[in-house]
Structures are given as C-alpha cells and as structure tokens.
C-alpha cells in the first residue's frame, strides 16, 4: 500500500460526519416505518439490458471477474452497478409480486453508483433514501399525496435548512402541448425544463429556432413554465392561456386533489418542473433547500405508471428519492452541517492495574447493560495519561475506582467530582 | 423487462426476512456502541493493485465505465469492488491518521462482494460486520482480549443457535513449526489448517509426501493441530511435545492471557485454527454454530500488526467479522430463523369517505408522534375490503370513527372491538 489517495467521487466521512449521516437515516427509517413502509435491499447489480432500458442519460459501472472464464454461460451476461433504485424496485416487484401484499409500500437507502467523468462535486458513489408505494392493476392518487406529505414530514425532520417542495404533472405538461399542436412534446419537455439554467429568453429561442414551434406556440409553453402558486389560483392561470385539452383538464385535477392535502407554506405548484427522466407520467416532486437552489433538487421523483411493463397485471407506482450524500456532503463542505465534537463514549473507566482489568470490565458491562456507552481504559498506565485520552476522545465522564473500594466520577466539561453508587448511577443527559 | 431472474450468489429477502436483518444489525450497533466503537463506511472500490496486494487468493469484480474515456486519465487506474472490509479500513486508517484518535476502535457494516464462480449456497455478494481496534505504534494485548469478549457478547445476542469460539495464535503455530526445524512454516500451516476438511491421515501423508517432513515433525505438527482446551490445560499438552522455540512460548502467554480474561463454557483453545489469509500475526479467531460447524466459521478474524505498512508509524490491529448474509442465509433456508408475521403496521386507520381523509391524516400522525406505526387505508370502499387488507398485512389494531364521532378499536386476533380515547389510546406490546 503505497499511495493512499481519495477517489474523485467516492467520498468517505469521518466517524463524526458519519455518525450524522447515521442519525440522518435513523429519522428516516423511524419516520417511513411510522407510515408503514416495509424496508427491502435490492442486490447491486442487474443485467446491463436492464438498466440500459431505462436510464439510457446514466453512465454505468460494468462488471468484469478478474478471473473472467469465457466458457462459463454466467459470464456472459453483462452486468453494471445500478444508477437509483428505482429501476432494481421494479425488477424486485415483478420478481417477488406473487410475495408481496400490494398496495406495497417500501423504503429503501442504499448506494448507488454512477461511472460519470471526474468533476468538481460530482459524486460517483452515494447514498439514495427511496421509498415507494406500488399498486396491483391500480393505484388511487391519493398515494402521490401521501408520499408528499411523508416526503414533507422527513425534509423538516433532518439536520438541515428548510426546504420547499414543487409539484407538477406530467399531464398538464402533455395536455397543454397536444392542446398546442406540438407532436415532439418530449423534445419541448426537454427544453422547458432548462428555464432555470438557461433563462426564458434562450428557452422561446429553442423552441422556436430548433423544434420549429411558432412564436405564439412557443411563448405559451414558455408560459406554462412560469406559473407557480402555493394555492389553487394556478388552475386559473393555466386556463387564461386558453389552451383546450381534455389530458391538461387531467393533470390539472389531479394537482388540485395532491396539494389540497398537502395544504403548507412550503409546497407549491411549480410548472417548470419536468424531471428528466421519462417514465413519470403523472405527479412529479422535487425538493431544493431554500437558499441553496444552486445545488438543484435534495429530494425528487414521481408517479410512474409504466415503469414495470411485462407483467401481466399492470403494477403502476409513484416514488420519491432523497440524495441523503449529495445533501450531507454539501452542507458538511459549507460548514453548516451540526457535527457532534462529543464522542458517543460517555463513560471511561480507569483501569488500576492489570489485576482489576476484568472487574472493571464486569463494571462497564453492568453499565452497557443501561445502555450506557462505555469504554475501559486498555493500559494500566498512571491516570494523567488514561485523563489524556479521555480529553481527546471527548467522553463525558471518568470513572475509577478510590482506595476506600468506592466509585467516583468525574464529569470532563465541569471538573466536578464525586463518589457514586455504582449500582444506580447513570450520566446526566 | 422481460426476463426477471434471480442471480446466483445475489441473494435479495423478502421485506420480513429483511426485518430480521435489520433486527440483527441494530443488536449489533449498539453492542459495539457501547463499547466505544465508532462507525465508518468505506467507499465500495480500491484500486485494483491495493486489493492484489492482500487477497491473492480473492475473486474480485473489477470495474470499467460504460462510456469508458481512453483519453482520461482517470480511466486508466483500474479499481475493483472490496472483498472484505479489513484492506479498506487498513487504507482508512493510513488515509485519514492524522483526523483518529488512536486506539482507534471501529466498527463497520457493508456489503462486499467476491466475483467467484458460480455455485450452490455460495454468496458473491454480502454483508460483513467488522470491528476492528487499530493503535499507533503499538496495541496492547488486552485488546486481543476485549474484542473477543465484545464478539461473543455480539454472538450471545443474535437470535442464532449457541456459537463455539476457538482462539489461537499464530506465534504458537510459527514458533512450533520454527522450533522442529520446518523452513516453509506457511506451507505446513496450510496443509494443517485442512485437517477439519481432508482428516489427519491425509494431512499426515501431505506433510510427508509433499512438504518433505520427517515423520516425527509431520506428526508432532499433527499433534499440535489436535490440541483443544477449554481451560489452561493446552499449555501442558504442548510442552508434553518437546518441542523449544521462544516464539512459541509467547504465543502461548498471549493465548493464556485472552482466555483467562474470557473464562466462558464456549470459548475454546484449538491450535488447529490458523485462518488462510497471511496477514495475521498473533491471536486468531473463530465461531462456528453449534451443531450446524459444516457451514464453517460464521465469525472470524484476529491480530494483525504489519496491515498497514508503508506508514512511517507502526499501525498494529486486532479484528473479527461476523459474515451476517451467509448465516442469516443458511437459518431461513433451514427454516430455523424465527421469521415475524406480524407486519411492522400496528394500526391501520378506516377511511369512511374521501372527505375524512385529511382528518383521518390527522388523527394517523398524532398516533405516529407516539412512535406508533400507522397506516390509513387509502380507498373510501366497504369496511370489509378494508379488514381484508388490514389481516392480509397482519395489522395488530384497525381504528375507525363511529357515527357518533367517537373512535374505536378493533384487536384483529381476539376479536375483541372496544371505544377509546384518541388522545391518550396506544396499542398493548
């Protein structure tokens, strides 16, 4: 081992940052099994036919034994890393449909890889927290409503600033282009979606000079684009651009029903919002962290109704995916994220001398069985040197054992010290 | 979509089994949490000549980009998936020194993978659980100790049949082999760490035959192999050998010295054991399930004082795994893992009309806000469609609102349907 260097895009936390990150999944996991998603973890890999159909914008990670046998048939089946885990919970789904109790509500938070160039800030590896509900034949709206409220109520549990979220359907963008005239409605999609990065004015200049829009056609899919509320008066926004469409009248419902009862501050209709990828066909999420949108959506995704083709029983689905490394990496980068300088250690026990290490073991049991955190310290140097460690390490409390055969502590921040009754003490919170 | 099939060695549970895991996991978390252990995750991958260097003997995924760049130079380092957790934490650990507080104890819960060929019962892909404790400069043997103590406390409280540990070091081995006059001590040490699986007349005839041993050097390196002790015995029936190497008396100290700190019915002395891989040094580990020791060792590890070796500071550690895919694995194929039925949904809340649904949102998360897990059904159809799903999903409670606005309960395995208060209700354990 003789170089040791970072990989660009792999990033790896020390054990503070990591034990946020730890925290951060913690919430997440208590808050989607409070709303009854089951968690799954789908293997890392699919055959590479499968994630090509489905996410031909990603770069993928193939696999390749070492000891490769070209003769062995199992070797010739491509394989990648897979890119979200929304592709792999369709695989699962149609896998073990006949397991599963459906309407299935899933979380999962596992890494996922993307062979992208080496860049700046571009992660490579990390960590996506997902959950989504499938239905068997169907799957009533109210579920694209639900998922944005549990969205919503993880987003204001984490560590981080707040966060507004901005809905859309992928109905009203389709009615309203038919309605149009448009027949490329992806090729329009694709420019829309850029509002944010290119500007409105670049956006009309696309759409006219490069997918042949006239200028009136253009200018009121630019205005669709721009009509955002946190209330209902977007339905009659929409409707002033005297656009008829019976798929637009649709989506614009379902909006309705979805932010009804969404009814907060922080979620608006937002109808710039596309989301790249085309297997959304209704409802569509994306989240950003109010005064830090340059970093683009910490949380997204929507209904898809398509996703899981083949089988025989439709198996429509909508979902959200929160970029858990992107967000943490970020705020740790920028100093806002809250790093604990206290070690989960709360108790070092000093050790006398070699003969009273297991009775000081058996102490430190009795109080791991309270669930306290405790460590015995692992030479029986003098106390100075056993004090030095528990300083750096950041523990809250020593505890040794005085000459009289009776416990004391001492608690680090305070100085103070004290004689305790082994059997009933715990550590102030 | 078309073909969804499973791949051999990628084992994915179904979401009950899964809670098991999860169950597992947390256990585990928290034993080593409270013994100072802090988490780390390390990235997936290192560079190909980083794993060649340690796991000769390994299969290894190695990894290509899709849209491979020839012209990048990035493209041209080639890196591999980690086959096992302790080469990754060994760079860790020189990576990030300067950032540690040394004893460094850590703990780490991933998936790694191995690119072997195809075959019945064998993982390509799995969960190890590490804890690792790495000083600076040197390590005390008492953490040799510690970390067995800490491993079988771990063993004790997984819902798994009983565990037998056997320890033994590798200075004992060495010194031994030294001390009859054997040159290719790892060549022998080989050969008898295959008595287990080939039986001692084989072994004798291999060390014989193919390693040029005389026959009394081949059978006192036998003999040694078949020493086991649950109690300090081992070190008479070693001396009974004659054999004289100052290695081999220290190794028997340390031996003596980890198991008189660990005075427990299942933990064993067994000069059998030696672990293939060669970059241990001193004490050695392993567990076998009672009963079921054909599956081989479910837990293992030990010292190691030159992993880390181009560091200008000596990084000497002691460490186990606990492999909890492949023992999870084997108990719920041989129906012995106690799989819950009961869904992780304890209450699941009628829905009487779609214009409830919001109140029913309402009432679902003051529940929640208790730490009950809850779901509302998300059709307004017939009761009885909704009780149909509430025993599919083995619901503890379904909850609903008579007509005269009080809230009830309904107990699903007894039968039994009673009025509550919403404010103060919570489900029986």
Known sequence: MNKVLPISGFPEWLPSVRAVEQRCMETLKKTFEQSGFLN????????????????????????????????????NVKFGLHFDLTVPFARYVQEFQNDLVFPFKRYQMQKVWRGERKQEGRYREFYQCDIDIVGSGS???????ELLRTLN???????IPDV??????????????EGVGIDDTAAVLRVVDKIAKIGADEVLKQLVNDLGLSHIAAEKCLALGQITANDLTFID??????????????????????????????????????????????????????GHEHIGAVCSGGRYDHLVKSSRTA??????SIGLTRLLGYLNQAGLLDVPTQAQTQVLVLLNDEESRAKSWVT????????INVEVFHNPVGFGKQMKYAHKKGVQYVLFLEENDTYA?????SGEQYVIDINSWVPEA
């Not at 901005?166 to 309203?176: E, T, Y």
């Not at 409707?239 to 019976?246: F, T």
């Not at 029903?257 to 085309?278: F, M």
């Open 364 to 371: 430190a049991d009795a109080l791991r069985a309270k669930g």
């Open 139 to 145: 799957l009533p709206l109210a579920f694209d409503a």
């Open 164 to 177: 507004t979220i901005k809905i859309n359907n992928r109905k009203v963008l389709q009615g309203f282009y």
């Open 237 to 290: 926004q929409v409707k002033a651009l005297e656009v008829e469409s019976e798929l637009l009248d649709e989506g614009l419902n379902e909006l309705k029903y979805v932010l009804n009862l969404n009814p907060h501050d922080n979620i608006y209709v937002d109808l710039s919002i596309a989301r790249g990828l085309d297997y959304y066909t209704g409802t569509v999420y994306e989240g950003f962290l109010n």
């Open 40 to 75: 799954i973890e789908t293997r890392a890999i699919e055959p590479l036919d499968v994630l090509l159909s489905k996410g031909d914008d990603k770069e993928i990670y193939v696999l390749k034994r070492l000891h490769d046998d070209p003769e062995a048939k199992d070797d």
């Open 153 to 159: 109520s993880c987003m204001q549990q984490l560590p």
């Open 409 to 413: 502590v001492k608690h680090l921040a």
């Open 315 to 320: 198996l429509p689905g909508v979902g959200v």
